[in-house]
């Protein structure tokens, strides 16, 4: 019997998951299984997983990750539950931190890493979202209430049970539910991957929407507001800088609408602005350094424009949540 079960969750995944699964057969360690969990996928996708996995399962019904990841755990017969998603080439030691850390820390139940600097596709919004998911996760601190999709490794005994009410931010959810329930949640900086996904204005609208809709309704199940700076961190994967930036940044906004018919306010927006700035500069000057003084001020109104998509995402998810509960009270 594996000591590990590396699941991988696919849907039409036929452009990244050989490269996905070449890396986990290429790991250094190799006391493992590898499973696909397949979500009835119309394209390549089997036809590719079939050759590389120990195990391939087909879900049908809607194609939904965290379906697909309880799919896969059923499956799977080793201790430690190790999830990749399809889009993610892990690096050849990432089994063998992962198997080292659990058999050092028994007091541990998951551990989670986060996305590598360096990331195969070049244009700006690919390269932008990798360095700041990279930059916002380094932020973090070791001890964590969240899981990263991307990469993250349960004890079996400790695997809850997945849930399909959260679409997206399933894995986020799925973090909140051990710690709650008294587990042990670890980030570890060493533990790294590279994102495959490729990234244009309509998918980095779509995706900094729908999880901050998400977010939001995990936060308000969980009582996020009780978890606010805890560990001198914010929510779950989000640090208080990023929350207050993206709290701020409509409210610039609105003031500067307002300010076309109220001239007084544009000291005070010129105030809040300096005060958005100093909550991004190393953020910016991170950038700087990564891609160049050009790539950092377009992000500076790239980032910006982004903390109003998350907040209009966040603002969503909370009137999701409280018009459900209007609908259930009225039943």
């Not at 089994?95 to 058999?103: A, G, P």
């Not at 309509?202 to 939001?216: E, G, L, M, Y």
Request: glycine share 6%; hydrophobic share 45%.
């Amino acid at each position: 019997m594996p000591n590990i079960s590396v699941i991988v969750p696919a849907y039409n995944s036929g452009k990244t998951i050989e490269n996905c699964l070449k890396s986990i057969r290429d790991s250094a360690f190799k006391d493992y299984e590898l499973i696909v969990a397949d979500c009835n996928s119309n394209d390549n996708t089997c036809l590719i997983a079939g050759k590389y996995a120990d195990k391939l399962t087909t879900l049908h019904g809607k194609p939904e990750s965290i379906r697909a990841r309880g799919t896969g755990v059923k499956a799977s017969s080793g201790n430690i539950i190790v999830n990749v998603d399809s889009d993610i080439i892990i690096k050849p030691d990432a089994l063998s931190i992962i198997n080292s850390y659990f058999s050092a820390h028994s007091d541990v139940d998951a551990i989670t890493g986060l996305l590598a600097k360096e990331h195969p596709h070049s244009g700006f919004f690919s390269q932008y979202k990798n360095l700041y998911m990279h930059y916002i996760f380094k932020k973090l601190p070791e001890n964590v209430n969240f899981l990263y999709g991307s990469i993250h490794a349960i004890r079996k005994e400790a695997v809850p049970h997945y849930s399909a009410n959260i679409k997206i931010a399933d894995d986020l959810a799925l973090g909140q539910q051990l710690a709650s329930s008294g587990k042990r949640i670890v980030f570890l900086k060493s533990l790294e991957v590279i994102h495959l996904k490729k990234y244009n204005i309509h998918i980095f609208i779509k995706n900094d929407f729908c999880v901050p809709f998400d977010w939001a309704k995990i936060f308000l199940t969980y009582n996020g507001w009780k978890q606010l700076g805890k560990n001198n961190t914010g929510f779950a994967h989000s640090p208080k800088e990023q929350l207050l930036s993206v709290f701020l940044a409509p409210i610039i906004l609105l003031f500067a609408v307002m300010n076309l018919f109220y001239r007084p306010l544009g000291i005070l927006i010129l105030l809040l602005c300096l005060i958005w700035v100093s909550l991004n500069f190393y953020f910016l000057n991170f950038l700087r350094k990564e891609k160049g003084f050009s790539f950092a001020i377009i992000s500076l109104f790239v980032t910006f424009f982004d903390n109003i998509i998350m907040a209009t995402g966040i603002l969503s998810g909370f009137c999701s949540v409280f018009t459900q509960k209007l609908k259930w009270k009225k039943t």
